[in-house]
């Protein structure tokens, strides 16, 4: 027996396309997806830039603020054991403070520069403050000079502004140097007249154990140290937005340019200057950029296979039809010039014969060229093949004449099922069993089985007759469109050479293989056979 051709494609040693490759994708991505998760990483390095740096100085700051206080408290109380040792606490008669002698030791002398200390009595009132007791004579440039006949500004309003600021500095202080007369130490971070921030410690000052007064310790150099941070925070910022630039540059240069590029190499196509999409340094990305070129040069090479095949097909029509056509012409110009009945007769039955072969002609084109569109139309679903070709065959066993061929099945017991659409496949049967009934003897017969084999394609179906056989160099091509070779003798005009590629479109579209081979008996052909192998339901092929 000669070796089957099957009809799936072996240019490679697996055995699978060069698209069944490409439509596979990584199984490693970052995140589902590398170009998503490259993004996404940029974006992410930059902010976590800028937020880590502010957190940075933001606990910096916390923790500068936090030390300055724990300063001054240190220096309050030293200031405050100093004042007691030295007298300015008197016990005698009464507990009192004793601010001519505070004013001695709260002098610039004692106290640090940019530093201001204040005493209050147990009442709450200022005994002593630094800034009045100081030997510094305190000020600030004065401004520019207005030029003449500008506007001057409006005073009233400048000092209802320092007033409320002055009242509020008055309010908090106040309030700080009430809960430290309680009797516990105060740290706060507060605004003084100037509308400056400021570092305060308020500690009792004690004789014994009774608090005669607060000793309030200030520093104002808050605000340059948060002017400090803010310097610090522009490097973060920076990098941060250098950062932000360098991803915008790369997703333009990885992202946007390559679409640029696909959109053109689209448009080239529409507008039939090409016929399909190659831009080979896309294709070899790795990413969702590269499976999108590789996606469109696909679809483009599809299509433009299918448009080389419907010109071919355009052709092969119009040569088929002008065959017929040509011998309809021929024997209706010879018509008038014959004598004898015998001969119109002959000629007449070639007409008729003309006019079937090309309504059969006509009928396989439109049905093949519906073929897509009812592939796709219908949803595949499981299909009980035993059921199927008991139908068939039951058919041409009711529609049989006399000196019809028979047609025999043979299948097994158990359902044999597979995915598919009953109409195709049903066409695909009565092919098969027409074109072997055109090619058996009186007499013969054509047998169909039905059988499960151990196959990775495991439901086979088989259609042999009793006729000449295939020659061998021609068992791969009678699957081709309007192939119309046949033996001398056999009845002409009855095939219109479609029916076997008609077959093989739709076994392939169920995911099957088709391929004929002869049937050999004692070294001779004894007719011909074709093999339908389709995946089980629940298997793939």
Do not use: C
């Given at each position: 027996?000669a070796s089957?051709?099957?009809?799936a494609?072996?240019?490679?040693p697996?055995?699978r396309?060069p698209?069944?490759?490409r439509v596979?994708r990584?199984l490693?991505?970052?995140?589902?997806?590398?170009?998503?998760?490259?993004?996404?990483?940029l974006?992410?390095?930059s902010?976590?830039?800028?937020?880590g740096?502010?957190?940075?100085?933001?606990?910096w700051s916390k923790g500068?603020v936090g030390?300055?206080?724990e300063s001054?408290?240190?220096?309050?109380?030293l200031l405050a054991?100093?004042?007691?040792e030295?007298g300015?606490?008197?016990g005698e008669?009464t507990?009192e403070?004793?601010?001519?002698r505070?004013?001695?030791w709260?002098?610039?002398?004692f106290i640090?520069?940019g530093?201001?200390v204040r005493?209050?009595?147990?009442?709450?009132?200022l005994?002593v403050d630094s800034?009045?007791?100081?030997?510094?004579?305190?000020?600030?440039?004065l401004?520019?000079?207005?030029?003449?006949g500008?506007p001057?500004?409006?005073g009233?309003a400048?000092?209802l502004?320092?007033?409320?600021?002055?009242a509020?500095?008055d309010?908090e202080?106040?309030?700080?140097v009430?809960?430290?007369l309680?009797g516990?130490?105060?740290?706060t971070?507060?605004?003084n007249?100037s509308g400056?921030?400021?570092?305060?410690?308020?500690i009792?000052?004690?004789?014994v154990?009774?608090?005669l007064?607060?000793l309030?310790?200030?520093s104002g150099?808050?605000?340059?140290i948060?002017?400090a941070q803010r310097r610090a925070?522009v490097?973060?910022?920076l990098?941060a937005?250098?950062?932000?630039?360098v991803a915008s540059?790369?997703l333009?240069?990885?992202?946007?340019?390559?679409i640029m590029?696909?959109?053109?190499?689209?448009?080239q196509?529409?507008?039939?200057?090409?016929r399909?999409?190659?831009l080979?340094d896309l294709?070899?990305?790795?990413?969702?950029i590269?499976?999108?070129a590789?996606?469109l040069?696909?679809m483009?090479?599809?299509l433009s296979t299918?448009m080389d095949?419907?010109e071919?097909?355009?052709?092969?029509?119009?040569?088929?039809?002008?065959n017929?056509?040509?011998?309809?012409r021929?024997?209706?110009?010879t018509l008038?010039l014959?004598k004898?009945?015998?001969?119109?007769?002959?000629l007449?039955?070639?007409?008729?014969?003309?006019?079937?072969r090309?309504?059969r002609?006509i009928?396989?084109?439109?049905?093949?060229?519906?073929?897509d569109?009812e592939?796709?139309r219908?949803?595949?679903?499981?299909?009980?093949l035993n059921?199927?070709?008991t139908?068939?065959?039951?058919?041409?066993d009711?529609t049989a004449?006399?000196?019809?061929?028979p047609?025999?099945?043979q299948a097994p017991e158990t359902?044999?099922?597979?995915m598919?659409r009953d109409?195709p496949?049903?066409q695909?049967?009565?092919?098969l069993?027409?074109n072997?009934r055109?090619f058996?003897?009186s007499?013969?017969?054509v047998?169909?089985?039905l059988?499960?084999?151990a196959d990775?394609l495991?439901?086979r179906?088989r259609?042999?007759d009793q006729?000449?056989g295939?020659?061998?160099?021609n068992?791969?091509?009678?699957?081709?469109?309007?192939?119309?070779?046949?033996?001398q003798?056999a009845?002409?005009g009855s095939?219109?050479?479609?029916?076997l590629?008609?077959?093989r479109?739709?076994v392939?579209a169920?995911?099957g293989?088709?391929h004929?081979e002869?049937?050999?008996?004692?070294?001779?052909?004894?007719g011909?056979?074709?093999?339908?192998?389709?995946?089980a339901?629940?298997?793939?092929a």
């Amino acid at each position: 027996m000669a070796s089957a051709t099957a009809t799936a494609r072996a240019d490679r040693p697996d055995g699978r396309e060069p698209d069944e490759e490409r439509v596979r994708r990584p199984l490693f991505r970052f995140g589902g997806s590398r170009l998503g998760g490259f993004i996404l990483a940029l974006n992410l390095l930059s902010l976590l830039i800028l937020f880590g740096g502010a957190l940075l100085l933001n606990e910096w700051s916390k923790g500068l603020v936090g030390a300055r206080q724990e300063s001054l408290t240190v220096q309050a109380e030293l200031l405050a054991n100093v004042l007691r040792e030295e007298g300015v606490t008197r016990g005698e008669p009464t507990p009192e403070l004793d601010p001519i002698r505070a004013s001695l030791w709260l002098t610039d002398r004692f106290i640090p520069a940019g530093q201001r200390v204040r005493l209050y009595d147990i009442n709450g009132l200022l005994l002593v403050d630094s800034y009045q007791v100081t030997e510094a004579i305190g000020g600030r440039p004065l401004p520019d000079a207005h030029s003449a006949g500008s506007p001057t500004d409006d005073g009233a309003a400048a000092k209802l502004v320092s007033e409320r600021r002055i009242a509020r500095a008055d309010s908090e202080l106040a309030a700080e140097v009430s809960a430290a007369l309680e009797g516990a130490p105060q740290a706060t971070l507060r605004r003084n007249e100037s509308g400056d921030r400021v570092v305060s410690v308020s500690i009792p000052v004690r004789h014994v154990r009774q608090v005669l007064g607060v000793l309030t310790v200030e520093s104002g150099d808050v605000d340059e140290i948060l002017s400090a941070q803010r310097r610090a925070l522009v490097p973060f910022a920076l990098v941060a937005l250098g950062v932000n630039l360098v991803a915008s540059l790369l997703l333009h240069l990885f992202v946007a340019r390559p679409i640029m590029r696909l959109s053109a190499a689209a448009d080239q196509v529409k507008l039939q200057r090409a016929r399909a999409i190659s831009l080979p340094d896309l294709e070899d990305r790795k990413d969702e950029i590269g499976d999108l070129a590789r996606s469109l040069e696909s679809m483009t090479d599809t299509l433009s296979t299918r448009m080389d095949a419907i010109e071919r097909f355009a052709a092969d029509v119009s040569h088929e039809i002008k065959n017929p056509l040509t011998s309809i012409r021929s024997a209706l110009e010879t018509l008038p010039l014959v004598k004898t009945d015998a001969h119109r007769e002959k000629l007449t039955a070639l007409l008729q014969q003309d006019v079937r072969r090309l309504d059969r002609l006509i009928t396989d084109i439109s049905n093949a060229s519906r073929l897509d569109a009812e592939l796709s139309r219908d949803r595949p679903r499981p299909i009980t093949l035993n059921q199927l070709l008991t139908d068939i065959v039951g058919v041409y066993d009711t529609t049989a004449k006399p000196g019809d061929i028979p047609v025999l099945l043979q299948a097994p017991e158990t359902p044999l099922r597979v995915m598919g659409r009953d109409g195709p496949l049903g066409q695909v049967f009565r092919n098969l069993i027409d074109n072997a009934r055109s090619f058996s003897p009186s007499g013969g017969a054509v047998r169909v089985s039905l059988e499960e084999t151990a196959d990775d394609l495991p439901v086979r179906v088989r259609v042999e007759d009793q006729g000449p056989g295939i020659p061998p160099e021609n068992l791969e091509t009678v699957f081709e469109r309007f192939y119309t070779s046949r033996p001398q003798g056999a009845k002409f005009g009855s095939n219109s050479g479609l029916g076997l590629s008609i077959v093989r479109q739709i076994v392939e579209a169920h995911g099957g293989r088709v391929h004929a081979e002869n049937q050999m008996q004692d070294g001779r052909v004894v007719g011909a056979r074709f093999e339908i192998l389709f995946p089980a339901v629940g298997r793939r092929a």
